[in-house]
């Protein structure tokens, strides 16, 4: 492997860890807020063991990355599952009630099948994700170390890393989002909003598909999307917290 190779490789690596950065971030959201609701130390205990199912599921992919690519359907029940979180939350709200993710403390039942609903979201991501690092990936040349998965072991490593890295994101960026949804209350309804938006994403996904083609396969990865896609979403980050800093000069007690 030459130092030409090698240089290349590696900035590979750095741009798919920017990116699985950013892909983090919304990941982060979706995950923050369907642990919310249970026991500080039940809240680690599920983002750890959806970080576990994470990296499975990521790692499997990697192997199954060309017959996943295939099925439309695992994204399209993973853009349905995060809407349904949304126009839930956003229904009961309108309706005056309290929320609906509220459980009691103690009830083994609740933790279980909040980790069980991480993991749900955790397939939908792995695909997204894992998709978007074959994309790069195959873009290097071939190292001649042999194959993985029907991958050159090179491009094989590189993702992987770029996956793992992704991945420590994700976990630390959830507890952070945990943290601040607790401070700002009122942030609860953009995070829901934000979940909305990111199935919305999926969605997109699933009906460029081009078992679909409903709309066209480049158009999920064209520039109008992805600046369509970021402005809404720093659009409902901004908007969500100007409400939350002001409702929070309202109540000051809801800080503590």
């Not at 920017?18 to 923050?32: F, P, R, S, T, Y």
């Not at 399209?76 to 459980?103: E, F, N, T």
């Not at 991958?151 to 630390?172: E, N």
Request: glycine share 8%.
């Amino acid at each position: 492997m030459d130092t030409a190779m090698i240089l290349e490789y590696g900035w590979v690596l750095l741009v798919l860890i920017g990116l699985e950065g950013i892909l983090a971030a919304d990941n982060a959201v979706v995950m923050a807020v369907m642990v919310k609701h249970l026991p500080d130390q039940q809240q680690k205990k599920a983002l750890f063991y959806g970080l576990i199912g994470a990296f499975v599921f990521r790692f499997a992919a990697l192997f199954l990355i060309s017959f996943l690519a295939e099925v439309w359907q695992v994204q399209a029940l993973g853009a349905a599952y995060l809407l349904y979180i949304c126009i839930s939350h956003m229904w009961k709200h309108a309706k005056g009630k309290d929320d609906g993710h509220k459980v009691k403390e103690g009830k083994g039942s609740s933790f279980w099948m909040t980790v069980l609903k991480v993991e749900i979201a955790d397939i939908a991501f792995a695909i997204d994700s894992m998709l978007a690092a074959v994309a790069l990936a195959i873009t290097l040349p071939a190292t001649g170390w042999g194959t993985i998965g029907g991958l050159d072991a090179g491009q094989f490593a590189v993702m992987f890393i770029g996956g793992l890295i992704g991945l420590i994101c994700i976990r630390f960026a959830a507890t952070q989002f945990v943290k601040l949804l607790k401070k700002y209350p009122s942030l609860e309804t953009a995070a829901f909003l934000i979940v909305g938006w990111v199935g919305v994403k999926l969605v997109v996904y699933t009906l460029a598909h081009p078992e679909l083609g409903i709309i066209p396969e480049h158009f999920p990865h064209s520039t109008v999307w992805k600046l369509t896609f970021w402005a809404v979403m720093i659009g409902i980050i901004i908007w969500g917290w100007l409400v939350s800093v002001r409702a929070a000069k309202k109540n000051p007690e809801s800080k503590a």
